[in-house]
């Protein structure tokens, strides 16, 4: 008796291991990929302060003299009074992305701050760049009046009103370009002393400022207000002008903004006077500079001690203002000594090339 004939039926058993394992390798490359491209397109309002380059105030960059001077005598000098900077990832048009912002964290000598921090209200890279430059030009101008009178160089100065702000006591009585004479009868020759005479004051208080304007001097009395900083104010910025009694130009390439003052007028200090101020040494330092020699914090402290530790300098001048936050965070092998003022910082130079850094201030 024959068997009946089978016909062999197909069975679809599904994808195999291989394609299983295939599969599930793309799906999740897919969402790598989809994660990947959210973190480099998803931007955060943050900046991130990397340690950035140093310039030597008494040397040359670019072939160009930093410090340069016509019709008067200069001195050769060595070592080096490097300006420290800060380089920065981020602004106005150019948030950071996830992935940057997670790099900053990771990165021991970066910090990611909030972006006001470092641009303030500016809403524009042209602001900022504009600010920058304002900045960098003011703070030279000072550094060289500083430099030239701490070499007994007589320096002319008027302090202008620059700017009114709008909806203050000024507003409306006080005009940019007004040279501000007096204040509560008091001639004043410093800026410094002109925003401490009016905010050394209670909120609410009356002050007279005499200024001149048109060749004319005119008296105005005003009512301090709170001007945002919980001081008492009166609403304008003011600018010194110096009649310099010759010239001096500072040439410090693209960088921007206030922080180099006090290496620029140590460096017009060096150059006009007799021998090498440093003694050789490699000096690296930042800071304000006011038109009365007071050194102001900065910002990125710790990522300019980096810089000037990995550029090779030895000592490190820091504003006495910085002082928190250079605590603890001194670079191996940077000597850090902490100035208030101008005066401060050329004894602090005069010590260290001399060798008698023990007694410096420190933080």
């Not at 020759?189 to 400022?209: F, L, P, Q, Y």
């Amino acid at each position: 008796m024959s068997q009946p004939s089978v016909t062999p039926t197909a069975v679809d058993h599904g994808p195999t291991r291989s394609e299983r394992i295939a599969k599930r390798i793309m799906v999740v490359a897919l969402l790598l990929l989809a994660v990947s491209l959210l973190g480099a397109v998803i931007k955060l309002p943050y900046a991130i302060e990397y340690p950035g380059s140093m310039t030597d105030t008494i040397g040359t960059s670019a072939d160009t003299q930093t410090v340069q001077v016509s019709g008067a005598r200069t001195y050769p000098t060595e070592g080096s009074l490097y300006f420290t900077t800060v380089s920065v990832l981020g602004g106005p048009e150019r948030h950071v992305s996830v992935w940057e912002w997670v790099g900053g964290h990771l990165d021991p000598d970066a910090e990611v701050v909030p972006e006001e921090l470092v641009y303030g209200d500016v809403s524009t890279d042209d602001e900022v760049r504009e600010a920058n430059e304002a900045q960098m030009t003011g703070s030279q101008q000072s550094a060289i009046a500083v430099g030239l009178r701490s070499t007994g160089e007589t320096v002319g100065q008027e302090n202008l009103v620059a700017q009114v702000g709008e909806d203050l006591p000024a507003d409306g009585v006080l005009e940019p370009e007004d040279v501000i004479v007096a204040v509560d009868g008091q001639e004043l020759s410093r800026v410094d002393e002109i925003v401490g005479a009016i905010s050394d004051r209670s909120v609410g208080d009356e002050v007279e400022i005499t200024v001149e304007r048109d060749g004319q001097e005119r008296t105005e009395t005003l009512t301090t207000a709170d001007i945002g900083t919980g001081r008492a104010g009166i609403g304008i910025a003011i600018e010194p002008a110096y009649d310099l009694p010759f010239e001096v130009i500072i040439d410090a390439g693209e960088v921007g903004g206030p922080s180099a003052g006090m290496m620029f007028a140590l460096a017009v200090h060096d150059v006009l006077t007799p021998g090498a101020l440093t003694g050789g040494e490699e000096i690296a330092g930042t800071g304000t500079i006011s038109d009365s020699g007071q050194v102001g914090r900065i910002g990125g402290i710790d990522q300019k001690m980096t810089g000037a530790q990995e550029g090779g300098a030895d000592y490190f001048l820091a504003p006495a203002g910085n002082c928190e936050d250079v605590v603890g965070n001194e670079p191996d092998d940077l000597e850090v000594v902490a100035v208030e003022d101008f005066e401060d910082a050329l004894s602090a130079v005069e010590a260290i090339a001399a060798g008698r850094t023990e007694d410096l201030p420190r933080c």
